[in-house]
C-alpha cells in the first residue's frame, strides 16, 4: 500500500479535474498558493532551500507540507488542508481505466456488487431551449423540506413546478463508487468547506436533495429543544401538537424505525465498548424499507434497490400520484422575481444554458441552509434572519 505514490495512482489529473469545478474564488486562491510554493524565496521560509516546490527531492517536500500545516499563517494551514484532503481523496477514490483502484484490495475494500435498481420513481420534465413555465407553486430545491411541500400541495389540488439544480439521476443511473458519486451527487462535488477549510460540508445536490447521500438517520427533535425554539421564536406551535403531529406523519410516510437496521463491523465495537462500561446504547432509527443488508453500505452514493426512503421513492413520488407535479432538474434557480413587494416567478438556467421563467402565485424557497440564503441575497433581499 504505502509503495503506492501519486503519479501511478492519476492523482494529478484527477486534482485537475477537481478543481476545474471549483468557483472562481476558491480556484484563484488554489492557484495564488501553487505560485508561491515554486518561488525559491518562500520556500526558504517553509525552512527549505531557495528551490521551486517541484525540484526538491520527496522528503523535503513533505517537510515543507509540514511547516505549511502548522504555520502561524492561517491562509498557509489552510492550502495544506485543501492539498492533502483533495490529494487523499482522490488516492483511494479515483478510478483507473478499468474502473477500479489499486488501493481497494490493498485496504480490504470491496466495490458496490450494484445490485439490480429498481424502476426510477419520478418523471422528470426535459428542458431542450427556452421555456416559460406556469404554476401555483414553485418549489426550489427537492430535498427533504421541499420534497414535503410539494407533496402536500399538490394533494390539495395545486399544480406545483419543482426546480432541482442538481441531475435527475435515481436508482438505475447511481454507480455507487466514491469518485463518481461526490461528483454527480454532491454540492460542489465534495469539496464544500468552510473559508478557512476547517469545517468540510457535505451537501446533497441531486434530485431528492441530502435525502438521496444521507446516512438515513432519524432522531426525533427532542421535547426540550422544541421548548427552546418556542420560547425564543414565540411561535408556540414548535412546542406543541401541529409539530409533533408533524413529525409523526413525516416518519411514518418514509418509514422510520429501527427494524431495518443491522449491526455492522463499523458499529459493533461500539456496542462492545459500551457493554464493558456499563453505558447505554440503542439501535439509531432509520428511514428504509427492505433494505437488503448484503448490499448495503454504499448508499450514500445512491441507494439502488429503493429502500432508502428518500423524497425521490416517497414524497416526490406522491406529488406526481396524488396531482400535477412537474421535476425539473439540472435547473438552478437565479433569482425569486418580485414585484410591488410579492413574488411573482423565479428566473432560472438549465447546466446547458438555457433560461427558464417559472410565473406562480407562490413561490417555496428550499434550497438548503447554503443554497437558500444566498438565493435570497441574489433576489435582493436583506432582511437580517437571511442566513
Known amino acids: 500500500l504505502f509503495g503506492l505514490d501519486a503519479r501511478r495512482l492519476g492523482v494529478a489529473e484527477a486534482a485537475e479535474e477537481a478543481l476545474g469545478t471549483l468557483g472562481t474564488e476558491p480556484l484563484r486562491e488554489m492557484r495564488t498558493l501553487l505560485r508561491l510554493l515554486e518561488r525559491p524565496i518562500f520556500m526558504l521560509t517553509l525552512g527549505q532551500r531557495a528551490r521551486p516546490f517541484h525540484a526538491l527531492d520527496a522528503e523535503a517536500r513533505g517537510r515543507a507540507l509540514r511547516r505549511m500545516a502548522t504555520s502561524p499563517v492561517p491562509k498557509l494551514r489552510s492550502g495544506y488542508q485543501a ?9 483511494y477514490a479515483g478510478l483507473d481505466g478499468s474502473g477500479s ?43 427533504a ?30 454507480e455507487q463508487k466514491e469518485a463518481v458519486g461526490m461528483r454527480r451527487l454532491y454540492l460542489d462535488g465534495g469539496l464544500t468547506a468552510s473559508r ?7 451537501a446533497g445536490a441531486c434530485t431528492g436533495g441530502g435525502t438521496t447521500v444521507n446516512w ?57 465498548g459500551c457493554a464493558a462500561l456499563g453505558y447505554a446504547c440503542a439501535t439509531i432509527a432509520r428511514n428504509a424499507r427492505a433494505c437488503d443488508p448484503a448490499e448495503c453500505g454504499y448508499c450514500t452514493f445512491g441507494c439502488r434497490t429503493g429502500g432508502k426512503q428518500s423524497t425521490a421513492v416517497t414524497y416526490l413520488a406522491d406529488a406526481q400520484r396524488l396531482g400535477d407535479a412537474r421535476i425539473v432538474a439540472e435547473c438552478r434557480a437565479r433569482r425569486v422575481t418580485i414585484e410591488n413587494g410579492r413574488a411573482t416567478g423565479v428566473e432560472a438556467i438549465t447546466a446547458e444554458g438555457h433560461r427558464v421563467t417559472v410565473r406562480a402565485r407562490c413561490i417555496v424557497v428550499s434550497a438548503g441552509s447554503i443554497g437558500s440564503p444566498a438565493l435570497l441575497l441574489r433576489s435582493g433581499l436583506a432582511l437580517p434572519a437571511i442566513g
Do not use: H
Not at 406523519?249 to 465495537?269: D, F, H, L
Open 216 to 272: 438515513q438517520t432519524c432522531l426525533r427533535t427532542p421535547d426540550d429543544v422544541r421548548a427552546e425554539w418556542a420560547e425564543r421564536s414565540g411561535c408556540a406551535a414548535l412546542a406543541g401538537e401541529p409539530f409533533g403531529d408533524a413529525l409523526d406523519e413525516v416518519s411514518a410516510r418514509i418509514g422510520v424505525g429501527t427494524g431495518e437496521s443491522v449491526m455492522n463491523a463499523n458499529n459493533a465495537p461500539i456496542e462492545r
Open 83 to 91: 492539498l492533502k484532503r483533495l490529494s487523499a481523496f482522490l488516492a
Open 196 to 202: 478557512d477549510l476547517a469545517v468540510v460540508i457535505l
Open 145 to 174: 423540506g421541499g420534497g414535503v411541500v410539494a407533496a402536500t400541495l399538490a394533494r390539495a389540488g395545486r399544480s406545483v413546478v419543482v426546480l432541482e439544480a442538481g441531475p435527475a439521476d435515481q436508482a438505475p443511473d447511481f
Open 101 to 143: 483502484n489499486e488501493t481497494w484490495p490493498l485496504i480490504g475494500y470491496r466495490p458496490s456488487p450494484r445490485p439490480r435498481p429498481c424502476t426510477p420513481a419520478l418523471r422528470v420534465t426535459p428542458i431542450a431551449g427556452p421555456a416559460a413555465l406556469e404554476c401555483d407553486a414553485c418549489v426550489i430545491g427537492s430535498g
